[in-house]
């Protein structure tokens, strides 16, 4: 099992769940994180980290995030890991009770 990360994260971008991840398996896109869930442990650290609630185990997915684990396992071949704590974006407050942010995800 991994983790997923989903939608709300999509403009956020924390990167707290970065600092506590034993493995390394986050991977940074412009405006957007995920978890490579060849890499993940299961290791349940990074989910209470995420001020925007947008870590999932992936059996608990809400039914309208399924798509995101297939997302993640695409863009954590595509992007760099990151390792380390870097500032949210200046507004990342303003994203994060915005919905239905798909459209904003930069690849």
């Known amino acids: 099992m991994?983790?997923?990360?989903?939608?709300s994260c999509i403009k956020c971008?924390?990167?707290?769940?970065?600092e506590v991840c034993p493995v390394d398996c986050f991977h940074e896109g412009p405006n957007f994180l995920v978890i490579?869930?060849?890499?993940?442990i299961d290791c349940s650290l990074c989910e209470p980290e995420c001020p925007v609630?947008?870590?999932?185990?992936?059996d608990e997915l809400p039914e309208d995030q399924q798509h995101f684990l297939e997302l993640n396992t695409e863009l954590s071949q595509k992007w760099p890991v990151i390792t380390e704590m870097k500032p949210a974006p200046e507004d990342a407050e303003?994203?994060?009770?915005?919905?239905?942010?798909?459209k904003y995800l930069e690849r």
């Open 53 to 58: 609630d947008a870590i999932f185990a992936e």
């Open 36 to 40: 490579d869930p060849e890499e993940c």
């Open 13 to 18: 971008k924390h990167t707290d769940c970065v």
């Open 94 to 102: 303003e994203w994060a009770a915005v919905k239905d942010k798909l």
């Open 2 to 7: 991994t983790y997923v990360v989903v939608e």
